[in-house]
Antibody, heavy 120, light 106 residues
Framework: QVQLVQSGAEMKKPGASVKVSCKASGYTFTNYDINWVRQVPGQGLEWVGWLSLHSGSTGYAQKFLGRVTITRDTSLTTTYMELDRLGSDDTAVYFC?????????????WGQGTLVTVSS | EIVLTQSPATLSLSPGDSATLSCRASQSVGTYLAWYQQKPGQAPRLLIYAVSNRATGIPARFSGSGSGTDFTLTISSLEPEDVAVYYCQQRSDWPSFGGGTKVEIK
């Protein structure tokens, strides 16, 4: 079945980097785009960035520019989100989602989420 | 950045009631508006895309309407399993989400 499976929880120290993976299966990888969002515990959803799996083009939220990089490995059908210079306010659950162009770019499949905890 | 404002923040209703959730955009988003449901400890689930189209497997009691800047998600007959937080999201520009409406059962 169509699914996105993310890597496991991470615990990092302030100033470190984290790289979260999102493996796609059950569909043609390059026919869709991927968004990453995050959710601080108890709060709402915040968009982090977007990747075209066809072209490799990216777009990032202003807040994260210069600190986030989203990449893909087509041979592994996997997308990666790397966030640098972590602070305690980056503690959140990070989700990847599949974007459907034909559905006005709604996100129909979500990963299970990866908790990133930043603490000294 | 397009800002989405959802109201009310919390909705407390009885089973069988109709729930009306509002989402207002700071500028027109055309038909690039979706709704998601998130239950505690779970990833969000797509309910409605392109304003009024139900995603695969979504019950008919969920419906969406609106245009331009004002949108509504209606749950026609509330069931206990509908307890969740509901988010609207636009994709007319880079994505943004509303702050959410929490639906509770009295």
């Amino acid at each position: 079945q169509v699914q996105l499976v993310q890597s496991g929880a991470e615990m990092k120290k302030p100033g470190a980097s984290v790289k979260v993976s999102c493996k796609a299966s059950g569909y043609t990888f390059t026919n869709y785009d991927i968004n990453w969002v995050r959710q601080v515990p108890g709060q709402g959803l915040e968009w982090v960035g977007w990747l075209s799996l066809h072209s490799g083009s990216t777009g990032y939220a202003q807040k994260f520019l210069g600190r986030v990089t989203i990449t893909r490995d087509t041979s592994l059908t996997t997308t990666y989100m790397e966030l640098d210079r972590l602070g305690s306010d980056d503690t959140a659950v990070y989700f990847c989602m599949r974007e459907v162009r034909q559905w006005r770019r709604a996100n129909d499949v979500w990963g299970q989420g990866t908790l990133v905890t930043v603490s000294s | 950045e397009i800002v989405l404002t959802q109201s009310p923040a919390t909705l407390s209703l009885s089973p069988g009631d109709s729930a009306t959730l509002s989402c207002r955009a700071s500028q027109s988003v055309g038909t690039y508006l979706a709704w998601y449901q998130q239950k505690p400890g779970q990833a969000p689930r797509l309910l409605i895309y392109a304003v009024s189209n139900r995603a695969t497997g979504i019950p008919a009691r969920f419906s969406g309407s609106g245009s331009g800047t004002d949108f509504t998600l209606t749950i026609s007959s509330l069931e206990p399993e509908d307890v969740a937080v509901y988010y609207c999201q636009q994709r007319s520009d880079w994505p943004s989400f509303g702050g959410g409406t929490k639906v509770e059962i009295k």
